[in-house]
């Protein structure tokens, strides 16, 4: 019981939103743009759009909300003539699920099939994904990557980089066809990203496919706030389905609906208008400017910023071509930067103007309305029992902690720790945090030694357009992060940003490149504005994280590398009687790894100058595995969920064999499940070889590296937990 209630407040303390809402356009995009729609399966989003519609009453006048069988929510207002069509899409690009391999990965198809375009699978690798089954339960899901460690930074490795559909593979926790299904999962399941909105500064917010949601939101709020009565004749909003499949959606509609006039609400193509630059008005195929010149000078007149856009194309079915429209149609629509990406950005001010703009247009008034406020409160929790396993793994990769800004990681481990340990627990001058306990007059002395970091960046220039530029902090494939939101750590918290994209994303595929940039944007235009936000130089930045449960025993979270190892060793010291070791060890959780070891550098350096080197240090750190399907089996083949890993050969240490097999058999002697082998990248281990220990790395298989999409097996992880505790008493 003391367990589950641990468990509930862990998870209590980790719901804390990231943003608060601060209008009922956001309030309604957010929700919006955080449910799965992939064209052709946009279910819970009309079902999200018809429960709230239902729920409107507006003044004056009759209203009629209906859902078709294919999806689209049709709202209609009043009667009689002008009668008027106000249309906006509801669906986002996606996938849909081809097959199920034997190993309980899944295939893919994209929808739209002809694609969107030549960065957008990968655009998707590495990232969590959310598979939606017929219940309607939404299964998590991993797009399998290249392992950094695996291969170098700018080696192009076409034949498995998955930026083409035939490398894209989704990875469910399943180890079989049958896993698979008994999640849920079945062929046609359609597959999206887990979604997750932000709020940037100047009222912006990002998120993915975020365009596609967006006309939607507003004329939510329009409806929500009309004044119906000064409405004149008829008024039919519909949020139509299937856009990205041939139009089919508004292809019914448009012979169903009869209206004088049709207004589209959506993303505007061909536009250098930025977020914040106001609403966009365009002509709609060949059908000429009279109603745009109607819209703008209304624009004009209720002070509304507004720009004429390029000339929009006439919607077309796929089987019959331009469909039956109004010769009086328009576009009014809002500037999106980079469209179609994870990492879409609207700007807040241009939906509310828009939706000011469509009231003003109809003859009508909006009421005013109260913001929405998001309050967190949160106990740090006691620990009098052993936590398991999954819930350590849980609170310390939530936890943020670049290379060089490790504090918060350093405090979550010592509130996790034993108390006898957190009482003994001391920081050195690096920063790595240290336990030390056992006998100081025997040998041999032992060191097991995790680190505390994770790969980011560090703000490096605030530039006058309030751009930050950034210096990277690890390695990493920086195709994996491109294109997506991230967050700033400053002193006021956390604020979120996009990581910028090529500028050529939209017509060129992604090739290697050497010495890549790094910038973010935050929704400031100045440097001043992003110093506001509370930005400044040195601050650390990161991608956004949680951890999430897959199929079995599989988990996935960023950060794993070396999350899982500082998690081993809580885990351990639980384990321990500190009276009973007849020996002197050292638990330590080193700084700075991923940027040369210089944690482990430091505190091996010490231990020289005081006659304090270790005999034996054991490293925990990750096996990279080739367990994925787009890895060589040549090496690095360690296994999900069959043990623990001896990490015997490295990119930086070879274990004597004699050795690797000591602990192999003290492994089978306590029935712990192990594996050893050959793997790359380099370990904390290494950095006291110099001045006479000997390094045995520890280790857990880890897919995925340095991305995102990280996935291990908690049955390693605690395989990994018990054998540190045995050798610590045992070795």
Known sequence: ?????????????????????????????????????????????????????????????????????????????????PRRLLVTHIDEPGYVTSNITDDGYLRVQRLPQGGVHPWFDLLHATWPVQILSRRGKLVPGVVAGLSTHLHRVREPVPARNPDHLDQ????????????????????????????????LGNNELTAPFISDRAGAAALVELLERLDGTSLQGTLTVAFVVRRYLGNQGLDRIARQVEADKVIFVQRVEGSEAQPGAGVLLAPLGDGGSELVD??????????????????????????TGVLPLPARAA??????????????????????????????????????????????????????????????????????????????????????????????ATVDGAGNLIVPFGRTDRKPRLVFVAHMDEIGWVVREITDEGRLLLDRRGGFRPEYFWGHAVLVHTEKGQVPA????????????????????????????????????????????????????????????RSF?????????????????????????????????????????????????????????????????SDSPLESARFARGLLGKGFALRAVDSSNVTPRKLVDRVIALAGQHRIPVQYGVTAGG?????????????????????????????ADLKDVEALARIVAVLAKEF
């Open 561 to 625: 590398d070396d999350r899982v190892g500082s998690t081993a060793l809580i885990a351990a010291l639980w384990k321990i009687q500190p009276e009973e070791i007849a020996r002197e060890v050292v638990f330590m959780w080193a700084v700075e790894e991923e940027i040369g070891l210089n944690g482990a550098k430091h505190y091996a350096a010490r231990m020289a100058r005081t006659g304090g080197v270790p005999d034996y240090v054991f490293a925990v750190d990750t096996f990279v595995t």
């Open 168 to 199: 894209i593979y989704i990875d469910v926790g399943a180890r079989s066809r049958a896993g698979a299904r008994a999640l849920g999962i079945d062929l046609l399941d359609p597959i999206t990203r887990e979604k997750h909105a932000y709020r």
């Open 683 to 711: 370990n904390d281990g290494a950095a006291f070889v110099p001045y006479g220990s000997v390094d045995i790395p520890l280790a857990w298989p880890l897919r995925y590296s340095h991305s995102a999409g990280e996935v």
């Open 294 to 319: 109607e819209m703008a000078a209304k624009a004009s007149e209720k002070q509304i910023p507004a720009t004429i856009a390029p000339a929009q194309r006439a919607p077309r079915g796929r089987y």
């Open 498 to 557: 996009v990581m910028d994209l090529p500028e050529n994303y939209r017509t060129q595929k992604f090739a290697p490149v050497r010495n890549p940039r790094y910038t973010a944007y935050t929704g400031a235009h100045t440097r001043a504005q992003a110093e506001a936000l509370g930005i400044k130089v040195g601050d650390s930045v990161t991608v956004p994280k949680k951890f999430r449960k897959l199929g079995g025993t599989r988990v996935n979270g």
């Open 331 to 424: 576009v009014v629509g809002f500037p999106v930067k980079f469209p179609q990406t994870p990492a879409e950005i609207v700007s807040g001010k241009d939906l509310e103007n828009a939706t000011r703009l469509l009231a003003a247009w109809l003859g009508t008034t909006l009421s005013s309305f109260s913001p929405s406020r998001a309050e967190t409160n949160g106990v740090v929790p006691t620990l009098t029992e052993p936590p398991v396993v999954r819930d350590i793994l849980r609170e310390l990769v939530e936890v943020y902690g670049v290379s060089g800004y490790e504090e918060p990681v350093l405090e979550k481990i010592k509130q996790l720790l034993p108390e006898w340990a957190r009482e003994w």
């Open 1 to 81: 019981m003391n367990r589950l209630l641990l468990g509930l407040v862990l998870c209590a303390l980790l719901s804390v939103p990231v943003t608060a809402q601060n209008s009922q356009t956001g309030d309604a995009l957010t929700q919006l743009a955080e449910l799965p729609g992939v064209s052709g399966y946009e279910e819970q989003v009309s079902q999200w759009l018809a429960e709230r519609l239902r729920q409107v009453h507006p003044h004056g006048v009759s209203i009629k909300v209906e859902v078709d069988n294919l999806g689209t929510v049709l709202v209609t207002l009043g009667a009689g003539t």
